[in-house]
């Protein structure tokens, strides 16, 4: 056995991350998509974001800093838990740079979108179709994300670093992302959203612990 201690810059950049990754795209939903985007609309999608160039525009540049966000995330707590189990923590925070990429992918095919509908008018439905598809496209990232944070969840369960009801409900919370991403993948006009809020009330309760409260640093791993 050994006793865990961590630095608690890793602590509170893990805690500021989590609930930077809950903000970023539930602001990008609520503000952007949710206003511009028509589903079975194509054309009025485009036309949307023609007139609304500034808030689109917000919502490239919010994307491509969740990016980021994901990656310090990942690393944070490969940090944090890398005593409990090296090799499944590395594992977990690949997983977490993958999303992050598949990500950024996403967000690059939303941006050559718009570059399409400010090129010619005769692609603006076409661009329309793209955009209208990034709750699809979200879903594959979403996969990788349910798969690295039941991981990272089961080894906080392990670390007993934060309580382990809240490392019980991060793996209940990010099966629940990975049942998501499969049916959104593979399944047609299902709403399926109600599956994804327990991981926002998660990185809420998590994030905020871990900023306030902080881990138990004389946790002992076996």
């Given at each position: 056995?050994?006793?865990?201690?961590?630095?608690?810059?890793?602590?509170?950049?893990?805690?500021?991350?989590?609930l930077?990754?809950?903000?970023?795209?539930?602001?990008s939903y609520?503000?952007?998509q949710?206003?511009?985007?028509v589903?079975?609309d194509?054309?009025l999608?485009?036309?949307?974001v023609?007139?609304?160039?500034?808030i689109?525009n917000?919502?490239?540049i919010?994307?491509?800093?969740?990016?980021?966000?994901?990656v310090?995330?990942g690393?944070?707590?490969?940090?944090?838990?890398?005593?409990?189990?090296?090799?499944l923590?590395?594992?977990?925070?690949?997983?977490k740079?993958?999303?992050?990429?598949l990500?950024?992918?996403?967000?690059?095919i939303s941006?050559?979108?718009?570059?399409?509908?400010s090129?010619s008018?005769?692609?603006?439905?076409l661009a329309?179709?793209?955009?209208?598809?990034?709750?699809?496209?979200n879903?594959?990232?979403?996969?990788?994300?349910?798969?690295?944070?039941?991981?990272?969840?089961?080894?906080?369960?392990?670390s007993?670093?934060?309580?382990?009801?809240?490392s019980?409900?991060?793996i209940?919370?990010?099966?629940?992302?990975?049942?998501?991403?499969?049916?959104?993948?593979?399944t047609?006009g299902?709403n399926?959203?109600?599956?994804?809020?327990?991981?926002?009330?998660?990185e809420?309760?998590?994030?905020?612990?871990?900023?306030?409260?902080?881990?138990?640093?004389?946790?002992?791993?076996?």
């Amino acid at each position: 056995m050994n006793t865990l201690k961590q630095p608690k810059s890793i602590v509170k950049l893990a805690g500021i991350t989590l609930l930077f990754n809950l903000l970023i795209p539930t602001l990008s939903y609520v503000f952007i998509q949710s206003k511009l985007f028509v589903q079975g609309d194509n054309l009025l999608t485009a036309t949307n974001v023609i007139y609304s160039k500034g808030i689109f525009n917000a919502g490239i540049i919010m994307e491509l800093m969740l990016v980021i966000g994901l990656v310090l995330l990942g690393y944070s707590l490969y940090l944090l838990l890398r005593h409990v189990n090296e090799k499944l923590a590395m594992f977990a925070f690949v997983l977490k740079c993958i999303e992050a990429l598949l990500v950024g992918t996403v967000t690059l095919i939303s941006f050559l979108a718009y570059q399409m509908i400010s090129t010619s008018e005769d692609f603006q439905t076409l661009a329309g179709f793209l955009l209208n598809q990034h709750d699809i496209l979200n879903a594959i990232p979403m996969f990788f994300l349910g798969i690295e944070m039941v991981i990272f969840s089961m080894l906080l369960y392990k670390s007993r670093l934060i309580p382990r009801w809240i490392s019980v409900f991060g793996i209940i919370s990010f099966a629940s992302i990975f049942i998501y991403s499969l049916l959104s993948i593979t399944t047609e006009g299902m709403n399926l959203m109600s599956l994804t809020l327990p991981s926002f009330l998660f990185e809420l309760i998590c994030g905020s612990w871990l900023l306030i409260k902080g881990i138990k640093t004389n946790a002992i791993i076996k």
